[in-house]
């Protein structure tokens, strides 16, 4: 019986964890300039980025909050080889928000797109008001609170 309820246990968690979907660059063109009435945040990371794995949970905490004027996307900088690796990380680290997994190897061609201050360093974080054209571009490891701050200012921009 115990056993049972533990794979039961098991098998719940691995459902909420989301999953990675390997994308090209034209599918995070596409998010970064589709009109929304979110303030969309976009997180830069890899499994190997110590201070990407870091903050991640700060993003977890605010996808948990369900805040429906809050849209997060994880953007995954790994291989697209590994793939099945990324999928372990976001069940064990009970990933739910939406992780898109960028093949494209080739950084120089699509960093400009993104923010022209950005020379690649990640973590990086773009937050968007989509309704007013703001934008706040940062490329270091985020803070709880500094998370929160960027979203509050944009929000209060509308």
């Known amino acids: 019986m115990l056993r049972t309820l533990l ?17 090209k660059f ?13 303030i969309q945040v ?15 949970p700060y993003f977890q905490n605010l996808e948990a909050r369900q805040d429906p004027s809050v849209e997060i996307t994880l ?15 976001l069940v064990k680290k009970k990933i739910t928000s939406n ?9 120089n061609t699509w960093i400009d797109r993104v923010d ?6 990640i973590p ?6 989509t309704s007013t054209g703001q934008r706040k571009f940062v490329d270091k490891e985020l803070t709880e609170s500094e ?10 921009s509308n």
């Open 7 to 23: 794979l039961i246990f098991i098998a719940g968690s691995a459902a909420m964890a989301q999953k990675a979907e390997v994308v």
């Open 26 to 38: 034209d599918r995070v063109e596409k998010l970064l300039t589709t009109k929304s009435d979110k």
């Open 42 to 56: 976009i997180n830069f990371w890899a499994t190997w980025c110590a201070p990407c794995v870091h903050e991640l």
């Open 75 to 89: 953007i995954n900088l790994d291989y697209a080889d590994k793939l099945n690796k990324v999928h372990a990380f």
């Open 99 to 107: 992780v898109l997994l960028l093949d494209e190897i080739d950084y």
């Open 116 to 121: 022209p201050s950005w020379e690649g360093a």
């Open 124 to 129: 990086a974080t773009l937050f968007i008001n």
């Open 147 to 156: 998370l929160e701050l960027y979203i509050k200012t944009l929000k209060s």
